[in-house]
C-alpha cells in the first residue's frame, strides 16, 4: 500500500530535550516536505527536499533541522525544542521531474508534539 | 513567511447549499491548489491550477487560478454531509527558483447540516 508514515504519532517532551520525528515513504518520490498546522494559521511549510542530498527552507525553518540522505526518508530535528514548537506535524511526498512537481501530495497521518 | 488570505474562515451551511471560498494573495502565483483535510488526516489535494484562467471541475467541486494570478476560487455545489472539513487553498509565489516551496492559507472550516 503506498503511504507516508510518520513516528511517532503523538509526543509530549520538555524544553530542550532533543527529537527526532521520522517520515518515511514508499512510493519512491522525489519531493518531501515538513509542514507544521496551528489553529488558525492552516499549515507552514518547514523544510522541503527536491531529491537525495538536497533541502531547502519553506517559510519557518527556525528551530529545526532536516536530512535527507535516501530517498525514502526525510527526518525532522529539533534540537533544542522549545513550547512555540508545540504542534501538529505533517510530512509529504510527491513525484517531481527536475523542477516540475507533481502536486498530488501524499500526507503522512501527522505527529501531535507537545512541548513543555 | 507569507501566507494566503483565504476566506470565509467558517461556514455553516444546509445540505444542498453551495458554498464558495477564496484565496488572495499580495504577490503573484504560478500554481493553486485546493486541498481538504477531514479529523484526524491529512490534507487531500481536490484540486490544481496552473495556468491564469484556468477552470477546473472535479465532481461537483470547481476551482478557477484567477487572470491576476493573485487570487482563486473554489466553489462546491448541491453540499452533502461529507463534505465536511477544513479547505486549504496553497500556492507556488512566480519568479526564483525555490520551485519545492508552497505557502498555504488559514483554511476554510466547512460545516453541512443535514
Known amino acids: 500500500e503506498a503511504q507516508v508514515t510518520q513516528n511517532p504519532r503523538y509526543l509530549i517532551t520538555v524544553t530542550g530535550k532533543k527529537l527526532t520525528v521520522t517520515c518515511s515513504q514508499n512510493?519512491?518520490?522525489?519531493?518531501m516536505s515538513w509542514y507544521r498546522q496551528d489553529p488558525g494559521l492552516g499549515l507552514r511549510q518547514i523544510y522541503y527536499?527536491?531529491?537525495?542530498?538536497?533541502?531547502d527552507k519553506g517559510d519557518v525553518p527556525e528551530g529545526y533541522k532536516v536530512s535527507r540522505k535516501e530517498k525514502r526518508n526525510f527526518p525532522l530535528i529539533l534540537e533544542s525544542p522549545s513550547p512555540n514548537q508545540t504542534s501538529l506535524y505533517f510530512c509529504?511526498?510527491?513525484?517531481?521531474?527536475?523542477?516540475?512537481?507533481?502536486?498530488?501530495?501524499?500526507f503522512g497521518p501527522g505527529t501531535r508534539l507537545t512541548v513543555t | 513567511g507569507q501566507q494566503l488570505n483565504q476566506s470565509p474562515q467558517s461556514m455553516f451551511i444546509q445540505e444542498g447549499e453551495d458554498v464558495s471560498m477564496n484565496c488572495t494573495s499580495s504577490?503573484?502565483?504560478?500554481?493553486w491548489l485546493w486541498y481538504k483535510q477531514e479529523p484526524g488526516e491529512g490534507p487531500v489535494l481536490l484540486i490544481a491550477?496552473?495556468?491564469?484562467?484556468e477552470l477546473t471541475s472535479n465532481g461537483r467541486l470547481t476551482a478557477q487560478f484567477g487572470i491576476t494570478r493573485k487570487d482563486s476560487f473554489l466553489n462546491i455545489s448541491a453540499s452533502i454531509p461529507s463534505d465536511v472539513g477544513i479547505y486549504f487553498c496553497?500556492?507556488?509565489?512566480?519568479?526564483?527558483?525555490?520551485?519545492?516551496?508552497?505557502?498555504f492559507g488559514q483554511g476554510t472550516i466547512l460545516t453541512v447540516h443535514p
Open positions: 491550477l496552473y495556468k491564469a484562467g
Open positions: 496553497a500556492g507556488r509565489r512566480a519568479g526564483g527558483t525555490s520551485y519545492g516551496k508552497l505557502t
Open positions: 509529504a511526498s510527491s513525484l517531481s521531474f527536475g523542477t516540475q512537481i507533481l502536486y498530488e501530495q501524499y
Open positions: 527536499s527536491m531529491n537525495v542530498e538536497v533541502t
Open positions: 512510493m519512491n518520490h522525489e519531493y
Open positions: 504577490s503573484i502565483f504560478n500554481t
